[in-house]
């Protein structure tokens, strides 16, 4: 079947996420979304027990929560995004063509999202695996402050292009899981307590190499080849411990 477009000009967020149901629940594979200004929710209520799978294409810029709870449904935005893309995601996979905001990947348990920019404060806080399910987050600049912040699972690149420096603090802060690769540096004083800097693996090579391979894939405009990203040094930020918290309430 060939895509449905919807124009979102003056639809508000409850019409517009109940047409979406609407279409997938009629069979439609693709549907793209034009003018969109704000939605929230994007992708929200389109779990069925049956797993139905669309594409979704976004034109213009969704609002907070695109992509709340996400169950193996692929969306593009081609533009910006706001806060809390992916927010407890399960399945599936985000990609915006800019940057997005705050609080990505809040409580991700599974997915990919791939950002051409740069994001806000707190991404992946909280994210977590689930089962068999690993969440990914690619960054293709840098993160603002407290990134990973409580992060229990799930792997974060940051690449740092443009020669963007990482300058977010509180790197960490509270990890007890999962790991952040960065291309690039950061001192100790950016990352919390209960986080170690290490150089990578060659199982850690495996998956940045990997996982930048699908970035350029899914970013072709940026004219930037795997083999010049990862031809600069990367470390790795993980938990000292699984269970940093074991003596507070001792």
Do not use: W
């Not at 517009?16 to 979304?33: A, C, Q």
């Amino acid at each position: 079947m060939d895509a449905v477009e919807v124009d979102a000009t003056n639809l508000a967020t409850k019409e517009l996420n109940d047409r979406l149901r609407e279409l997938m629940l009629s069979g439609v594979e693709k549907v793209v979304l034009r003018n969109v200004c704000g939605q929230r929710y994007i992708g929200t209520r389109l779990y069925t027990p049956e797993h139905r799978k669309m594409d979704i294409e976004i034109y213009g810029t969704p609002g907070n929560d695109l992509a709340a709870f996400l169950f193996g449904h692929n969306i593009r935005v081609h533009a910006n995004a706001q806060d809390g893309v992916g927010n407890t995601m399960d399945h599936g996979e985000i990609v915006v063509e800019g940057r997005a905001g705050d609080v990505l990947g809040f409580s991700m348990r599974g997915g990919k999202i791939f950002v051409r920019d740069s994001v806000g404060y707190r991404t992946a806080l909280h994210m977590k695996e689930y089962e068999d399910k690993k969440p990914v987050v690619v960054i293709g600049g840098t993160s603002q402050d407290f990134l990973g912040e409580y992060m229990a699972g799930g792997i974060v690149i940051l690449l740092g292009l443009g020669g963007k420096p990482h300058k977010g603090n509180f790197l960490g802060t509270g990890m007890h899981g999962g790991v952040i690769y960065l291309r690039g540096t950061v001192d100790k004083t950016q990352v919390g307590g209960q986080v170690d800097i290490s150089p990578l693996n060659d199982a850690d090579k495996e998956i940045v190499d990997h996982y930048v391979s699908e970035f350029v894939q899914r970013f072709p405009d940026l004219g930037i080849g795997k083999e010049e990203i990862l031809k600069s040094d990367f470390i790795r930020l993980s938990a000292k411990s699984k269970r940093p918290y074991v003596k507070l309430y001792a």
